[in-house]
């Protein structure tokens, strides 16, 4: 099933204009180490263009991240010291099309926290998707500290084709806490009560309290309409399980080259910017509930504010992840 989502001149949720005519990616020009840096100015005229319409005030509000080493220990800080009103850890759900950076956040945030580059979820490229199965990730704190109270779930992609990919049956079963970890997804066989290891009776440790979807911002006009239309549905019977959602953009510095070259300008790039309106419509979501990353994908070394990027993702998610407890709470005791 298909949903059509005519495009609204203004997002319901911030009143920010949907800007119209995506006009694709400024993938073209000199590497970064080679050339001098590039400017908010100057990449195309749609460009300029868009940086005199996008609204300051969202500007200003998004995300002033600041960009300093106190800064980053901060908000590892907060995270290591995060905890659930369950007492178990948040169970965060990663979504998105193959390819899109799923296991490479995982991977990414965990090297934050080892303080070196590490390939925690198995990271890798494939058209039929590269993860296969259900795993889950706690991640652990700097050495001694033990593990913080984040879980992440990383699980086969969606596919663009008919009956590929993760199947919607099964992409339920996980938030519903129905799947047993390590189980290997197949569209031939879905979840179900017979399949080993089901979890008949899950706990609110064993459900899911958040779910990221992820996109690759550098394909993004490349996703195909039935995309638009699986995130539509997806959205839709996610909501009434009561679980909140967050959208993370990697690739970015593929997609832009001021960005790559200083991840700093995030907020400064009207491709970003265009990019995190195209996702926000895509999603039928606000774009404050959109973040732009950087995952750790060919560096040797962490970059300080690639990671101050990474953890304000994180800290997003986990205020995220809070509001589904508190609906809990407010709701009481389902189990
Ligand atoms: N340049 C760049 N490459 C990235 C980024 N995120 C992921 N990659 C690369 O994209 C490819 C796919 O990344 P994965 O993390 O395996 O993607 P996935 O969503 O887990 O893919 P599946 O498991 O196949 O569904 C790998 O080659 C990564 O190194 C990013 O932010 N920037
Ligand atoms: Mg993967």
């Known amino acids: 099933m298909e949903f059509s989502f005519g495009v609204p001149k203004l997002d319901k949720a911030t009143g920010v204009p949907i800007i119209p005519n995506f006009a694709g990616l400024c993938l073209s020009g000199p590497s970064p180490a080679q050339k001098s840096k590039p400017t908010t100015k100057g990449s195309s005229d749609s460009e300029d263009k868009l ?27 907060k995270i290591n010291s ?6 178990s850890p948040a169970r965060v759900l990663l979504l998105g099309p193959v390819g899109s950076g799923k296991s490479s956040f995982i991977s990414s945030v965990q090297s934050v926290f080892s ?49 590929t990919g993760i199947s919607f049956n ?14 290997k997804f197949s569209p031939n066989h879905l979840l179900h009560p017979n399949t080993a290891g089901y979890l008949e009776e899950p706990s609110l440790a064993d459900r899911v309290h958040c779910v990221v979807f992820v996109l690759d911002a550098s394909r993004l006009a490349s ?36 960005t790559a070259w200083d991840v700093k300008d995030v907020y400064k790039s009207p491709t970003v910017q265009q990019m995190m309106s195209k996702a926000g419509e895509m999603l039928g979501m606000s774009i404050s509930s959109i973040m732009p990353v950087k995952n750790y994908s060919s560096e040797l070394k962490l970059d300080s504010s690639t990671d101050t990027l ?19 709470a407010s709701e009481g005791p389902k189990i």
């Open 51 to 77: 940086d005199s319409t996008w609204p300051e005030k969202i500007v200003r509000s998004l995300r002033e991240i600041q960009w300093t080493d106190d800064h980053r220990q901060e908000l590892m800080s």
């Open 115 to 163: 303080g070196r580059v590490l390939n925690r979820a198995m990271v890798g490229s494939s058209t039929a998707g590269f993860t296969k199965k259900l795993q889950t990730f706690t991640i652990q704190s700097k050495k001694g500290e033990g593990p913080t109270a984040l879980t992440m779930c990383d699980v086969m992609g969606l596919g663009e084709g008919e009956g």
């Open 223 to 258: 996703y195909c309409r039935g995309l638009r239309g699986t995130f539509q549905q997806l959205r839709e019977h996610i909501s009434d399980l009561g679980v909140h959602q967050v959208t993370l953009l990697t690739h970015i510095d593929k997609a832009c080259a001021m």
């Open 170 to 183: 099964d992409i339920l079963a996980v938030i519903n806490g129905h799947a047993p970890e390590g189980h």
């Open 310 to 328: 990474l953890l304000s993702a994180v800290d997003l998610i986990l205020e995220y992840t809070d509001l589904y407890f508190q609906d809990q």
């Open 82 to 87: 995060y905890k659930t009103s369950c007492g």
